[in-house]
């Protein structure tokens, strides 16, 4: 896939909290392309950006 990591957020949040979600629209409010996916392997919820080229 070629996607940078910018957080990493355990997947064991209090129930209604949703900070990776949050951190993500914060960094697409400053314009970078945030995503979030789960990592099953570190049960995980990760915030990338797609991969540039040179990166």
């Known amino acids: ?16 909290s949703w900070p990776a979600e949050e951190y993500a629209a914060r960094c697409r409010a400053e314009g970078e392309p945030a995503a979030v996916v789960m990592d099953l392997e ?3 919820f990760l915030v990338v ?3 540039r080229d040179g990166d």
Do not use: I, T, Y
Request: glycine share 18%; hydrophobic share 40%; charged share 20%.
């Open 1 to 16: 896939m070629g996607a940078k990591v910018l957080e990493q957020f355990p997947a064991g949040a209090p129930r209604g």
């Open 49 to 51: 950006v797609p991969g």
């Open 42 to 44: 570190s049960d995980a």
